[in-house]
């Protein structure tokens, strides 16, 4: 019987939500720390790289949750590779809880991906306070100064 890696649930989540939304995808590259995915629609073709963490940090503040993602160099210098090959490319991040059901997927977009890199960012933090409809990424200076990420984008 094959033994299945906490990994393999936090990707397989990111591939259920795409597929239960018509959208075809390809493993490029794969590993326990993140996958590449080249997906097909109707309108677009265009790649996905993936990372999870599996519970939220311990934050100070009542009803914000927030996780870290942390990009090696190796990850950031195929994140520009991807923004330099000129196709559709974001960042799919897993936003995981103690109770898999209550856990959250953020899609960064180019013009994010492009925003935090010009910040120098080879880490973000990802929160998001209950009820709100987007999540946030501090560019410095706190909530004031983040970029919203809308919650309910897939790709």
Known sequence: MAKLLESDFYYGAIL???LNNGICPMLIEGGTDRQVYDFTTNHK???LFAKYRSAPI???TEGYCSWQF?????DMDEIKAYLN?????SIGLVCGADALNQSQYAVLKR???EELIKQGKTSVTLSRKKGERAF??????GRENSLKIKANEIY
Do not use: A, V
């Open 111 to 113: 013009k994010n991906i």
């Open 58 to 60: 311990n934050t100070k």
């Open 70 to 74: 942390i990009f090696s160099e190796k």
């Open 16 to 18: 259920s939500t795409l």
């Open 45 to 47: 073709e265009f790649r």
């Open 136 to 141: 946030r990424i501090s560019i410095g200076g």
């Open 85 to 89: 090959s000129g196709k559709e490319f």
